[in-house]
């Protein structure tokens, strides 16, 4: 089996010698690029938009009001110029912010992948995280869009089987990211393969970074929040006030969070290749099934490998292990 804080050092490592901070900047731009409609909509039509709005915008006085001109949603300020807009814009976004999730959210989150297994080794490159759009860009895109369809219908049925496809299917974006010429069936069979036995291992990896997401949350909120109730008062406790800093507390946040991103997609991105190399060794999966041979093996992993392959391990020592015990990384790297 394997243990969770020899990813994490194995993630830490992988990020050293300056790498993190090209895996920051992979991590923003996939972020930006892919959320940048979904967060305008969100902040731009929240709270019962239009009707809370206005009716309140009509009663009180302060920085935006009708008496200044009208008074607009936050967010997209430049885009509203009075009520009659807002049904329409509402609807734009929600169609821009659809598009956006899954024609440049989903093939962002392949290219992610693509970049933290190339990182592995110290070949990462910020242009990895655009290399879903490459050739097989309607293949992997469909693959993962009707993964993320499944899993959500068996939310429908109860949170708990969700949960547990999630998990299961949680290694189709690193597959897809290898191989771009596998279907959506056969990235969901061989992922399932993989974390056969380690769903639950899985669950508690991810559960132990909300820590460090909680805190990053409160880096961000505690002084804002401290200048926003102090802009709020001064305006007289008036509600319209302290809308544009809720604008700027989710930007904060998300940007605070996403400090914390590259340690935990490097850290999921090791347990893939550990749970991929050890699918080889005791020939779960072959190598042929992810398009691998001597010709045209994987960009890093931790082996080991028929034949005569040759992989760059990346720094330190894989966490093999002889052929007569469990191939688990027991060992440090």
Not at 6 to 17: D, P, Q, S, V
Not at 142 to 170: D, R
Not at 181 to 210: D, P, V, Y
């Amino acid at each position: 089996m394997w243990d969770r804080r020899i990813l994490k050092l194995n993630a830490r490592m992988a990020l050293g010698n300056g790498r993190y901070r090209t895996a920051l900047l992979a991590t923003l731009l996939a972020g930006v690029i892919g959320g940048v409609f979904p967060y305008l909509y969100n902040y731009a039509f929240q709270r019962q938009y239009p009707t809370w709005y206005y009716s309140y915008s009509t009663n009180y006085t302060g920085a935006f009001n009708w008496q200044n001109g009208p008074a607009l949603p936050i967010g997209v300020h430049s885009l509203f110029t009075g009520q009659e807009n807002c049904v329409t814009l509402y609807a734009a976004f929600a169609f821009l912010s659809l598009l956006s999730s899954v024609f440049l959210a989903i093939p962002l989150q392949i290219g992610l992948a693509h970049f933290y297994i190339r990182n592995h080794s110290g070949q990462g490159r910020v242009k990895d995280v655009f290399a879903a759009f490459r050739p097989g860009y309607a293949r992997r895109l469909g693959a993962l869009l009707t993964t993320n369809i499944l899993i959500a219908l068996w939310s429908l049925l109860l949170v708990v089987p969700g949960i547990i496809k999630a998990l299961e299917y949680s290694q189709v974006p690193y597959l897809l990211a290898e191989n771009p010429q596998l279907t959506g069936q056969q990235a969901r069979q061989i992922s399932s393969r993989l974390t056969n036995g380690s769903k639950g291992k899985i669950l508690i990896l991810q559960l132990s970074f909300l820590g460090w997401y909680l805190l990053a949350a409160l880096a961000a909120q505690i002084p804002f929040n401290i200048v926003n109730l102090m802009v709020f008062a001064r305006s007289g406790f008036n509600m319209s006030a302290s809308i544009p800093g809720q604008m700027m507390l989710g930007l904060l946040s998300a940007v605070t969070a996403y400090f914390v991103d590259p340690y935990m997609e490097a850290t999921l991105c090791e347990l893939y290749l550990f749970l991929r190399d050890r699918s080889f060794y005791y020939r779960i999966v072959m190598p042929q099934e992810l398009g691998f041979s001597p010709e045209n093996p994987p960009y890093a992993g931790y082996g080991p490998y028929p034949g005569t392959w040759t992989v760059p391990n990346g720094p330190g020592v894989p966490p093999t292990a002889p052929p007569s015990t469990p191939p688990g990384n027991t060992g440090g790297r």
